[in-house]
């Protein structure tokens, strides 16, 4: 269902693409057969010094049939391939596993029609997957169609996304020089991407990186050096044995009291080869800090809200607090779920985790879903919204005096509202008063609720409320927050 309503995104031009498979992944081999009978292997193309470029489409797929009737690969491949220049590779992947081979050339395709004729006029490789996993245990997933890949001969993925908007001939033609030189010197360690965490809240911070053997021999030991400012703060080893194109991340040294800033981090080994591709640089923000010990954690879900969980989780990493899933919808759209204000720690580290069990996010292919963590002023402290399976972020709490606290962490949403204005906040054995005010100070309407404790919500209709801006009110024990809200 997730790829038939993609397809509809992306016909009419409004997909955002999030769950492919990143640009930095290092893959591992494919031997697939294509309709000619002939082997294609993954490993044998890259070695032989060549780019591979991936078309994953499915023959029911509309936008995958578009793309394919711009003859972009057609071209490409007539440059790059045997009878041009010969140093890229193109295949075509059908990638739906339950549609019959018939599919390709226009004939019997199972429950959904063929686009067409997918195979006349074509030069390059064919392949029809019997299953899905004998690709994407290569590391390469097909969320959607069509899906695209690039890969150079170092194994490493330097293009992913929607075929039609990555794979125009003028972007085909361009990857081409980005590739590095593959492997022709005994030794050749390259720093291929920075893996430590880009934000630190406090204390020790540990610098990672991830290194490949761009040598022709057996890489067995490799030195990382961790910069700032010209400064050694930290450093790193390698020792063992790994192949040509082989991958491993090092853990560096601690470096103490850690502020944030920018590193450099360097590895070379024996007779290097080549020094250009040594070093990595990687800037670390500090966490932001809430201006007291309550958070809320705001939920956009898309259409496909029983995918997506969150964790609050301790320096410890001990879960504190969580939420979701939530109920799908029926065709692509969003869902404002009810903000979380959650009680936590004063002046501690904690980390937000987000999950998508489907592995795509919460936006942007069914629906413009977005998360945030706000503190009791409003202030962001962490955001976002496309990311694959996973993604976390760090904030520190801050502590507020007796009077502030007892009123806290006040929310207003849908915001812009069209029917109904909801406000949550943090109660403490209070009477409180909620009241919904236009901009020339006039009161629309008034609640107050007595004895409250805990989380509560209090909501108003905006049924009858005139269209512009308004503010919410709430007052408790003499303190009063205020929000502006937006009726629509």
Known sequence: MKKLILSIAVFAGVLSASAQTPVGTVVSNFNLTDINGNTQNLFAMLDAGKMVVIDVSATWCGPCWNYHNTGALNTFYAAHGP???????VLFVEGD???????LSGGANGASASQGDWITGETFPIIDLATSASFTASGLEIPYFPVMYVICPNRTVIQSGVAGAIGTVALL???????????????????????????????????MVQIQNNGTSALTSATITVTQGGTTVSTGSYTGSLATYGVATVNCTPIPSFTGGALTVTVTTTGDALATNNA???????????VSQYATVNITTDAYGSETTWKIKNSTGT??????????LTAAGQTVQTPVTVALS??????????????DGICCNYGNGAYSVTDAAANTLVSGSAFGSMEASVFKTGVLGLNEMELMAVNVYPNPAADVVNVS?????????VALIDIQGRTIATKNVSNLSGTQVVSFSTENVAKGSY??????????????VIVK
């Open 173 to 207: 033609n361009s990857y081409v020089g980005t590739c590095p030189a593959p492997a022709s010197n005994p030794a050749d360690v390259a720093a291929l991407a920075y893996k430590g965490s880009l934000v630190h809240c406090e204390g020790s911070y540990t610098p």
């Open 83 to 89: 009878a041009g220049t010969n140093d890229a590779v």
């Open 471 to 484: 503010i919410v009110s709430i007052t408790a024990n003499g303190f009063t927050s205020t929000k502006n």
């Open 319 to 328: 879960v504190v607090s969580q939420g979701g899933p939530w109920t799908d």
């Open 346 to 359: 004063a002046s501690q580290c904690y980390t937000f985790e987000i999950y998508d069990a489907y592995g």
């Open 97 to 103: 596993p339950s549609t019959p081979t018939t599919g």
């Open 280 to 290: 990595v640089t990687a800037n670390i923000a500090t966490a932001l800090i809430a």
């Open 425 to 433: 906040f943090e109660a403490n054995n209070q009477d409180v008063a």
